[in-house]
């Protein structure tokens, strides 16, 4: 019943820009802080960014901070992510996910969230 789908990855060349979506659905997203999750290839899973579940509070990943803005329309029940400035390490695949709080914590600990999405390719390459 829950479903989070993400949109938006593709090929872009370094320095270039994506947004990528999430549409959420089968629960009420405005009461659940939301996060980006990364997975490269032959790697783990890398938190990203997470917000909290009115949208006024961020936080982001070392590796991606001054580069990326995570935000949300809760009208919309859509989470985004502005990628800008990319490097060949920010090749993953994207996934968002959901967890039922108000507040965000930087959480990498995956099975505390409460769903995720199927992801988003990302390919940074010239």
């Known amino acids: 019943e829950v479903q989070l789908v993400e949109s938006g990855g593709g090929l872009v060349q370094p320095g270039g820009s994506l947004r990528l979506s999430c549409a959420a659905s089968?629960?009420?997203?405005?009461?659940?802080?939301m996060t980006w999750v990364r997975q490269a290839p032959g790697k783990g899973l890398e938190w990203v960014s997470s917000v909290n579940d009115g949208g006024g509070s961020t936080t982001y990943a070392d590796s991606v901070k001054g580069r990326f803005t995570i935000s949300r329309d809760n009208a919309k029940n859509n989470l985004f992510l502005q990628m800008n400035n990319l490097k060949s390490d920010d090749t993953a695949v994207y996934y968002c996910?959901?967890?039922?709080?108000?507040?965000?914590?930087?959480?990498?600990?995956?099975?505390?969230?409460?769903?995720w999405g199927q992801g988003t390719q990302v390919t940074v390459s010239s």
């Open positions: 089968g629960f009420t997203f405005s009461v659940y802080a």
């Open positions: 996910a959901s967890r039922k709080k108000d507040t965000i914590e930087v959480i990498t600990t995956w099975s505390e969230y409460d769903d």
